[in-house]
C-alpha cells in the first residue's frame, strides 16, 4: 500500500517544479535581455568614444607635426640669415679695419706731406726775399752803370719799373683784387698809386690806356673819398666817368663800390673792390749813390 505522504511529496514536488518553472515571465525575460544586450551598447559607445579621440590625437599630432616643421623651417631660415649676417658683419669688421689702417696711414702721409710743404713754403720764401734783394741789387748795379757811363741821371728803378720824376712805377699786366693790389706793392716796397699833381696823372694814364687799373683810391673806410696815405680826395667830377661814382648795389656781388679805377679813357669810376683789374704800384727812385 503506497504511502499517503509519498504520493503528496511527489505530488508536491511536481507541483513545485512547475510553479518553478512558471516563473519564468515575460517580464524576467525582458529584463535579462536588457541585462545581457547593455554591455553591447556600451562598448560601441566606447569605441565611438575612443574613436573620435584617437581622431582628434592624430589631428593633433599632424596639427603638432606641422607646426614643428614650419617651426623648424622658419627656424632654420633665420639661422641662415643669422649666419649670412654674421659674415657680413665679419667681412664689414674687417673692411673697417683695414679702412682704419689705409686711414692712419693716409694720416702719417698726409702728415708728412704738411711738414714737405711747410718746408717748401719756407724755401719760397727764402727765394722771394732773395729775388726781392736781387732786384734791388741789379737797380743799384744799373743806377752805377749809368753812373760810369756819365748817364745824366742820378736816380733810377727797379728792373720792370718806370721813373718819372724821382718816383717808379709798376704797371701790372696781370689783375687783381683792390686789396691784393695793395697787398703786392707793398711786398715791392711800394705803395698802390696816389697822384700829387695832374702831370703825374697824364703820365700815369699815358702808361693805362685802354685798360682799367686800380689805383689807391676809395671810400672804404669813412665814406668819403680819400687816398690811401690819408689825403682827403677834392671831388672834381670831370675826372669821373659820367654818373660816377654812383656807388652800385646790382652787381650781385655785396655792398656798394668803393675803389676807384681807372677806366679806358683815363678817367675814374667806382666798382666793387673784388673785381680782377690791373694795377699800379709808386714808390721813390733809387739814388746811384745808395
Not at 715791392?188 to 700829387?196: D, I, P, T, Y
Not at 671831388?235 to 656781388?253: F, I, R, Y
Not at 675803389?259 to 679806358?264: D, G, N, Y
Request: charge should be negative; aromatic fraction near 10%.
Amino acid at each position: 500500500m503506497k504511502d499517503p505522504r509519498a504520493n503528496n511529496s511527489a505530488t508536491g514536488s511536481n507541483d513545485y517544479d512547475e510553479d518553478f518553472d512558471s516563473t519564468d515571465t515575460s517580464d524576467d525575460r525582458a529584463f535579462w535581455r536588457k541585462a545581457t544586450a547593455r554591455p553591447g551598447g556600451q562598448s560601441r559607445w566606447c569605441m565611438c568614444v575612443f574613436s573620435v579621440a584617437a581622431i582628434l590625437l592624430l589631428a593633433l599630432i599632424i596639427s603638432i607635426s606641422l607646426t614643428k616643421a614650419q617651426v623648424d623651417s622658419k627656424f632654420s631660415t633665420v639661422e641662415r640669415e643669422m649666419s649670412n649676417l654674421t659674415r657680413s658683419l665679419q667681412s664689414l669688421t674687417s673692411k673697417i679695419q683695414q679702412l682704419e689702417k689705409q686711414g692712419q696711414e693716409d694720416l702719417q702721409k698726409c702728415m708728412l706731406m704738411s711738414v714737405s710743404l711747410n718746408m717748401l713754403k719756407v724755401e719760397i720764401q727764402d727765394m722771394s726775399t732773395n729775388v726781392i734783394n736781387l732786384r734791388e741789387v741789379a737797380a743799384q748795379l744799373k743806377c752805377s752803370f749809368n753812373r760810369l757811363n756819365n748817364n745824366t741821371q742820378d736816380q733810377c728803378c727797379p728792373l720792370q719799373w718806370t721813373l718819372y720824376s724821382s718816383h717808379c712805377y709798376y704797371f701790372s699786366d696781370y689783375g687783381m683784387s683792390w686789396h691784393q693790389a695793395q697787398d703786392e706793392c707793398e711786398s715791392m716796397k711800394g705803395q698802390l698809386l696816389v697822384l700829387n699833381s695832374k702831370k703825374e696823372k697824364e703820365f700815369v694814364i699815358s702808361h693805362t690806356t685802354p685798360h682799367y687799373y686800380w689805383l689807391g683810391l676809395t671810400d672804404e673806410r669813412t665814406g668819403q673819398w680819400e687816398w690811401l696815405d690819408g689825403t682827403p680826395y677834392v671831388m672834381v667830377k670831370s675826372e669821373w666817368m659820367p654818373g660816377q661814382p654812383d656807388n652800385w648795389e646790382a652787381h650781385g656781388l655785396g655792398g656798394g663800390e668803393d675803389c676807384a679805377h681807372f677806366h679806358r679813357d683815363g678817367r675814374y669810376n667806382d666798382d666793387h673792390c673784388s673785381r680782377d683789374y690791373r694795377f699800379v704800384c709808386k714808390s721813390h727812385a733809387i739814388t746811384s749813390d745808395q
